[in-house]
Nanobody, 125 residues
Framework: QVQLVESGGGLVQAGGSLRLSCATS????????MGWFRQAPGKEREFVAS????????AYADSVKGRFTISRDNAKNTVYLQMNSLKPEDTAVYYC??????????????????WGQGTQVTVSS
């Protein structure tokens, strides 16, 4: 069993920055691909960013490319999402997810086995 705990969400003005963290339990973090998703009210959960188990490859949604950066620290069992130049449309609950290992970063919710409880990000205009 893998437990994921997100933190770092909050209220920020448009143009500001936040860094989300996702701390994981267990000894298998370094062998798992990790991802960030988000869900706004009334909308489906959508892909934001993902990273392979070794941190060698990344994927981003077009809507966040160039503004968000995903990274991981396998020694700390933690994955991060640095969010810059935030926009009101980035407002959502952000979820961390863990999957098995893979050569390519995963983009689909069904590819992930474990999910965190989510952290709220609100961007005011």
């Amino acid at each position: 069993q893998v437990q994921l705990v997100e933190s770092g969400g909050g209220l920020v003005q448009a143009g500001g920055s936040l860094r989300l963290s996702c701390a994981t339990s267990g000894r298998t973090f370094s062998s798992r691909n990790m991802g960030w998703f988000r869900q706004a009210p009334g909308k489906e959960r959508e892909f934001v960013a993902s990273i392979t188990w070794n941190g060698g490859r990344f994927a981003y949604a077009d809507s966040v490319k160039g503004r968000f950066t995903i990274s991981r620290d396998n020694a700390k069992n933690t994955v991060y999402l640095q969010m810059n130049s935030l926009k009101p449309e980035d407002t959502a609950v952000y979820y961390c997810a863990a999957s098995g290992s893979g050569l390519l970063p995963f983009r689909e919710t069904y590819e992930y086995d474990y999910w965190g409880q989510g952290t709220q990000v609100t961007v005011s205009s």
